[in-house]
């Protein structure tokens, strides 16, 4: 089986990624809120043992950081599929 940059694939990074969502229209201050405690048990020494022993890297920000992530991966994917036709 080629590599995918054998395959003609260029600059093809992919990660597998996890995040907390709520449901849309949660309020303001409960997103907020959510996001200090989560942030809260990702630093703790016994959560990032596990998740490194799963082979996860802990990370947290901001509410807004994650949705622009996720609408770039949204844009990035659709171009895939795209190009590939599916």
């Given at each position: 089986m080629p590599t995918?940059?054998?395959a003609g694939i260029d600059n093809f990074i992919v990660f597998t990624w996890?995040?907390?969502l709520a449901p849309a229209?949660?309020?303001r201050d409960i997103v907020n809120r959510l996001n200090v405690?989560?942030?809260k048990v990702?630093?703790?020494?016994?959560?990032?043992?596990?998740?490194?022993?799963a082979g996860l890297e802990p990370l947290w920000n901001t509410p807004e950081h994650f949705s622009?992530?996720?609408?770039a991966e949204i844009v990035r994917w659709a171009?895939?599929?795209k190009e590939a036709n599916l």
């Amino acid at each position: 089986m080629p590599t995918s940059k054998e395959a003609g694939i260029d600059n093809f990074i992919v990660f597998t990624w996890y995040g907390l969502l709520a449901p849309a229209g949660t309020p303001r201050d409960i997103v907020n809120r959510l996001n200090v405690e989560w942030g809260k048990v990702v630093a703790m020494p016994d959560t990032i043992d596990q998740l490194k022993k799963a082979g996860l890297e802990p990370l947290w920000n901001t509410p807004e950081h994650f949705s622009k992530f996720i609408k770039a991966e949204i844009v990035r994917w659709a171009e895939v599929i795209k190009e590939a036709n599916l």
